[in-house]
């Protein structure tokens, strides 16, 4: 997550050509849904803990060197994201073996230089045109001066490592006959530390028009316990942030799948508009949010190894980031698959 905060522009409140409707915001469900819905269990549960902590003590292991924009080590993240997406048969929407969206040096500022978002595409089967998008930056601060190794494990290696398997889980579905209705794209962001950078190019440079994108469920940092849920019997958490700010469906959607399926103790702490922490606008979220695209913002909170070297992959709780991931898995599952897009009821 990127530390420091970001100043917020006021925008106008019909953006990008998001869809807005005055229609009733009940959880509708088909037949064909219902169906779907019942077979998402089985998939969910092909995110695993084992799974999850194999791929991220690669991920956040010494050999990519803290992962920081535009370094080598960031490159070394983005061929090993590339490559695993190759081995699920998961293709770029790019084509070919083009998986990277190049950002050009000359987009940075303060000498970073050129970096890539990392894009996989799974094609919906019925409403293949609206996508619906799953970020996680990929990123993290590097080595410092004295050749200390940020590894970043949960900043945002969880976040990465999660998008991985739930990719995995839904290409599972496709190969099995129910793939997804809408398309999803897994969107792995650079330059987030630096200030959004990859979100940002990505909102002002889509690879599909943002009028057909239907939300964003961003990742970043979801594999750690904060103080606050220390307690065992609180540490069954995890923060939203956003979900009722564009979307009042998007939000009870949320909230049905957690509460039929993964029942976490779902804290909107930090989703209170005069939260001090400012955490809605921090991360890449925001830049699809201010379009006017609904987002869901899922986070662990800080702890003591936020941004330190010892962000380290021993630390993370891999039975809670594997239902962590299980819940933005269903979220997508559930929006992917409804008959009709889910509704924008609000702007910012």
């Known amino acids: 997550?990127?530390?420091?905060?970001?100043?917020?522009?006021?925008?106008?409140?019909?953006?990008?050509?998001?869809?807005?409707?005055?229609?009733?915001?009940?959880?509708?469900?088909?037949?064909?849904?219902?169906?779907?819905?019942?077979?998402a269990t089985t998939y969910a549960e092909s995110i695993s803990p084992e799974e999850l902590k194999t791929y991220l003590y690669t991920f956040a292991g010494d050999e990519f060197e803290g992962r920081d924009t535009g370094e080598p080590g960031q490159k070394k993240a983005a061929e090993y994201l590339k490559e695993q997406y190759k081995k699920m048969g998961?293709?770029?929407?790019?084509?070919?073996?083009?998986?990277?969206?190049?950002i050009p040096e000359s987009y940075f500022r303060g000498g970073i230089k050129s970096s890539e978002n990392v894009l996989a595409f799974i094609e919906g089967t019925e409403k293949p045109e609206e996508i619906v998008v799953l970020s996680a930056h990929y990123d993290h601060i590097g080595v410092d001066q004295k050749g200390n190794i940020y590894n970043g494990a949960d900043d945002d290696g969880s976040g990465t490592v999660s998008l991985l398997e739930i990719a995995q889980a839904f290409m599972k579905a496709k190969k099995d006959g129910v793939g997804p209705k809408r398309s999803i794209l897994f969107l792995h962001v650079t330059g987030e530390e630096?200030?959004?950078?990859?979100?940002?190019?990505?909102?002002?440079?889509?690879?599909?028009?943002?009028?057909?994108?239907?939300?964003?469920?961003?990742?970043?940092?979801?594999?750690r316990i904060d103080k606050k849920h220390e307690a065992s019997d609180a540490s069954n958490y995890v923060y939203l942030i956003g979900s009722d700010r564009l979307s009042t469906e998007l939000h009870e959607i949320s909230e049905k799948v957690n509460k039929e399926y993964t029942k976490l103790n779902l804290d909107y702490t930090f989703n209170a508009k005069n939260d001090p922490n400012r955490f809605y606008f921090r991360s890449d979220h925001y830049n699809f949010a201010k379009h006017n695209i609904p987002i869901i913002f899922y986070f662990n909170g800080v702890h003591e190894d936020y941004h330190k070297p010892t962000d380290t992959p021993d630390k993370i709780a891999y039975d809670?980031?594997?239902?962590?991931?299980?819940?933005?898995?269903?979220?997508?599952?559930?929006?992917?698959?409804?008959?009709?897009?889910?509704?924008?009821?609000?702007?910012?």
């Open 194 to 223: 630096k200030g959004l950078y990859g979100s940002k190019f990505y909102t002002e440079n889509p690879v599909f028009p943002l009028k057909n994108t239907v939300t964003d469920l961003n990742i970043d940092m979801i594999g």
């Open 90 to 102: 998961i293709p770029s929407p790019l084509g070919g073996d083009d998986y990277y969206q190049e």
């Open 320 to 348: 809670l980031l594997a239902k962590r991931a299980q819940l933005v898995f269903y979220t997508a599952w559930e929006v992917a698959n409804r008959k009709e897009r889910i509704i924008v009821d609000k702007t910012e």
């Open 1 to 39: 997550m990127k530390n420091s905060i970001i100043l917020v522009s006021s925008f106008l409140a019909c953006c990008c050509g998001t869809s807005h409707n005055s229609k009733t915001n009940s959880i509708k469900s088909d037949a064909n849904s219902e169906i779907k819905t019942e077979s």
